[in-house]
């Protein structure tokens, strides 16, 4: 498996992995994260190295993770998501792959923080904790703990407050 940045040439095998991988959660429309993916390529919180692929030994790309950039009171942090991975190669560690890639990108570019709202029995194992253990806060206070943080090198604990999806998440 190779990760690597997401180029123009795969923006419709991207569609394809998210199409697969949320739709059982769609009913059968479109889901909702192929429309925000492209929405999030458009916005000024994209971070066109932040937006990773992963593929298989044959080149066909099997998963995607980005993250844009949200702000916490007016400092640059990073939303995670969304990430999917085709179902027929979910459990073999292209997720995890991707997760240990995203973040040590948003690492290596100096952001001090990454958030994500999800499962909380999946995310801890890459250093997620419910936000407001850090003092951070939800868009959506009913979010409660699935709203999850992550510390980056650069963090510091005076680093609190409200955070701020890139627009698109707020057209959700």
């Known amino acids: 498996m190779l990760i690597r940045r997401e180029v123009a040439a795969d923006v419709e095998a991207i569609d394809r992995v998210h199409r697969a991988a949320f739709a059982a959660g769609a009913g059968g429309a479109e889901p909702i994260e192929v429309g925000l993916v492209h929405a999030l ?31 916490l009171e007016g400092t640059p942090v990073v939303g995670l ?20 890639a995203v973040l040590a990108a948003a690492d290596a570019l100096g952001y001090p923080l990454a958030v994500l709202l999800g499962h909380l029995d999946y995310y801890p194992q890459f250093g997620f904790r419910p936000a407001a253990t850090l003092g951070v806060l939800a868009p959506d206070p009913a979010w409660g703990d699935h709203f999850q ?9 005076e680093l609190r407050g409200r955070f701020r999806y890139a627009a698109p998440f707020e057209a959700l």
């Open 41 to 71: 390529r458009v916005d000024a919180g994209w971070v066109p190295a932040l937006s990773l692929v992963a593929e298989d030994a044959g080149g066909q790309v099997v998963g995607h993770v980005v993250c844009t950039e949200g702000s």
């Open 81 to 100: 998501g969304p990430i999917g991975v085709l179902p027929e190669v979910q459990r073999a560690g292209v997720g995890r792959a991707l997760m240990h």
């Open 149 to 157: 943080a992550r510390p980056l090198a650069t963090w510091t604990p």
